[in-house]
């Protein structure tokens, strides 16, 4: 059973960057897709990112596409998400999720979920 552990987040100013990592245990991570979601307090879990399993094609929100990046290194078993220019609204809780075999980032099709870290964005 994969278990998944995010780190990486804090508090900045709109503008400013962070990189979130999500390392696996009890699993390959190469073995699945692997995404990051979002939930601000009040509002349904949102898509942000997703890599694919082999050939390391990625797919973005449309919020995101152009200021993120996500990223895997299969030698340290760990998923990445680079955050460039952060803006207030990206402030919310980002978990890691492996697990989908569809093309899409769609929460209901990812079997293993990390706990989450905050990201808070100010003006």
């Known amino acids: 059973q994969v278990q998944l552990v995010e780190s990486g987040g804090g508090s900045v100013q709109a503008g400013g960057s962070l990189r979130l990592s999500c390392i696996g245990s009890?699993?390959?991570?190469?073995?699945?897709?692997m995404a990051w979601f979002r939930q601000a307090p009040g509002k349904e879990r949102e898509g942000v990112a997703l890599i694919s399993r082999g050939t390391t094609s990625t797919l973005y929100a449309e919020s995101v596409k152009g200021r993120f990046t996500i990223s895997r290194d299969n030698a340290k078993n760990t998923v990445y998400l680079q955050m460039n220019t952060l803006k207030p609204e990206d402030t919310a809780l980002y978990y890691c999720a492996a697990g989908s075999v569809f093309w899409r980032l769609k929460a209901a099709d990812f079997g293993y979920w990390g706990q989450g870290t905050q990201v808070t964005v100010s003006l």
């Open positions: 009890g699993g390959t991570l190469r073995d699945y897709a």
